[in-house]
């Protein structure tokens, strides 16, 4: 297993925010929104959602989901499930870790 | 769960049925459970107006749900079918074509159609309305480049076709008698800007209404209140309002006022029949409250419907919200702007992404914002938990507005 890569400090991503990392870094077909929840819990899905064009990384995030900022289709911070309507797909989730106040990103492996 | 119910049918596959059922399913309902509607399956009415009239999606990209969905769930679909009558005394729905279903509990989830006031000559093929899909796609097939169309109301659907018609080259006339479309649910100030929105992609906006229109050499001509030449158009289409489609509820005897009258557990004035969505009324304490015509008013009263079937708690409520989409900005409002008795201004008015909030006292009941989904989000909050806030930080954009929320 790889040890990820270091995408951002955790002081980059304020408490309820995302931040996103384009895909030129993650490596993936999308960018990779990193979404820190008031907790201080770091998570990471698939930036764009899967209703239409809009950035997760600028949704709203609180208890465990984050809220898409175009139609407000729920996502779970932890599994992608999404919660309602628009959205009818899951967004992908990737693992996330911190370690000494970094953020890893292991692209494409589950949480 | 006091009485189980085997049984339920909802009718109507607009996103108030499409809710029900799927909340009911989470909920765990292990019922029979069906899903009745006319259409050729249950598909997303936002898009209507915007991008399926724009070319950009087509009727199977707007599903609510993709075919898959129904099955996992074990919903039973029946589509293109009409349910012609509600009998509660029989626990019957009664289909077009003479067939029924057995029914424990009914849940009407039927929409509404688009208004067409009785104006001389709007029976013309070229006046369109939009609600379903065969409207928008009839509509679609008139906003040929260059086409000159009349939309007639100012409010959301009007602006959002107006704006769509620009997008496709079309020549665009917007009248509305209101000179502030919206600014009951927007306020007058963000209402005024919203609306010189028009002017500046190039719709001609005239303070008017139609008197009548008829067919003439060239096109249709349209008389105007207030314009002694009557003016020629292509197609015409009407965004002023919707009917709420109450009649299998009158017909079943349940009470029904501008709307199917409710409780706040969406249960109507016969127990075994509930409503839904757009045509669905509240009453609250004794007084009856406005129908909300609004999205996600309709994917919440599903999963009230689905918790009163159940006999569980009803989900939380919260203060409405809608989004709009005009000239490639994202509008969204939220709580009651027309309640407040001052508005601050986040951002500059004009410059998105900005918001204003209505303020009562030192609680927000109300915002607006283009292009900021944080600072309704945030508002939304600040309504819901009644946080008290300080106009200065709020209007201050140096300042998070989650940290507000904190305090
Ligand atoms: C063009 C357009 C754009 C919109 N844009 C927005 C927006 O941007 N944001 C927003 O918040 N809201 C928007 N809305 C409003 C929103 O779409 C509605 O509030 C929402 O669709 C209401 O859902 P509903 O399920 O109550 O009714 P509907 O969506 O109308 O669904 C009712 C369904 O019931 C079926 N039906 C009715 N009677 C019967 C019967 N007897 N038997 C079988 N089936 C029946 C109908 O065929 C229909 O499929 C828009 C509406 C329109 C028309
Ligand atoms: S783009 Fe996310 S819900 Fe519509």
């Known amino acids: 297993m790889s040890s990820g890569i270091r995408v951002a400090s955790l002081d980059d991503i304020p408490e309820g925010e995302g931040i996103a990392i384009d895909k030129s870094v993650t490596g993936t077909a999308d960018d990779i929104a990193l979404l820190r929840d008031e907790d201080g819990s770091v998570w990471a899905l698939d930036d764009t959602c899967t209703h239409e064009d809009a950035s997760l990384a600028d949704g709203w995030v609180e208890g465990g989901y984050v809220e898409c900022p175009l139609h407000s289709s729920k996502f779970c911070l932890k599994s992608g499930e999404v919660q309602n309507l628009p959205a009818t797909k899951n967004a992908c989730p990737h693992r996330v870790e911190v370690r000494d106040g970094e953020v890893y990103l292991f692209p494409n492996e589950a949480p | ?407």
């Not at chain 2, 719709?203 to 067919?215: D, G, I, K, Q």
């Not at chain 2, 509008?331 to 209505?358: K, N, Q, Y």
């Not at chain 2, 900021?372 to 140096?398: E, G, H, N, Y």
């Open chain 2, 1 to 407: 769960m006091s009485v189980r119910v085997g049984r339920v049918v909802v009718v109507g596959g607009g996103v108030a049925g499409v809710s029900t059922v799927a909340a009911l399913r989470s909920g765990g309902f292990d019922g029979e459970l069906t899903l009745v509607d006319a259409g050729e399956f249950p598909y997303d009415r936002p898009p209507l107006s915007k991008e399926f009239l724009a070319g950009k999606k087509d009727l199977q990209q707007i599903a609510l749900q993709p075919p898959q969905w129904y099955d996992d769930r074990a919903v039973r679909l029946v589509n293109r079918a009409v349910v012609t009558a509600v009998r509660p005394d029989l626990a019957a729905v009664e289909l077009a074509g003479g067939g029924t279903l057995p029914a424990d509990r009914v849940v009407l989830a039927t929409g509404g159609h688009a208004a067409r006031p009785p104006i001389p000559g709007g029976d013309d093929p070229r006046v369109h309305v939009l609600r379903t899909a065969e409207d928008a796609a009839e509509l679609r097939a008139a906003l040929v480049p260059g086409a000159r169309v009349l939309v007639v109301g100012g409010g959301l659907i009007g602006a959002e076709v107006a704006s769509t018609a620009v997008d496709l080259g079309c020549e665009v006339l917007l009248a509305d008698p209101a000179p502030r479309p919206l600014a009951g649910a927007v306020g007058d100030e963000i209402a005024a800007w919203l609306h010189g929105l028009h002017a500046r992609r190039g719709v001609t906006t005239v303070h008017a209404a139609v008197e009548s229109f008829a067919s003439a050499a060239g096109g249709l001509e349209v008389r105007l209140t207030g314009e002694d030449e009557a003016r020629v158009v292509d197609v015409a289409v009407l965004g002023v309002g919707m009917v709420p489609e109450t009649s299998l509820a009158a017909a079943a005897g349940l009470d029904v006022d501008r709307g199917i009258v409710v409780d706040e557990h969406q249960v109507t004035s016969n127990p075994a029949v509930l409503a839904v969505g757009d045509p669905a009324r509240t009453r609250r304490d004794g007084a009856l409250l406005p129908r909300t015509e609004h999205w996600e008013a309709a994917r919440l009263d599903g999963e009230r419907a689905a918790a009163a079937i159940l006999g569980r708690t009803a989900p939380a409520t919260s203060a409405p919200w809608f989004w709009t989409d005009r000239h490639g900005l994202h509008i969204e409002a939220v709580g009651d702007m027309a309640s407040a008795d001052r508005v601050v201004v986040r951002g500059l008015l004009g410059e998105p992404p900005f918001s204003a909030f209505g303020l009562r006292g030192d609680h927000v009941v109300g915002a607006v914002a283009v292009e900021d989904s944080t600072a309704v989000r945030a508002a939304r909050r600040m309504i819901d938990r009644a946080i008290p806030v300080d106009p200065v930080p709020l209007a201050d954009t140096a300042v998070e507005l989650k940290k507000l929320l904190r305090r």
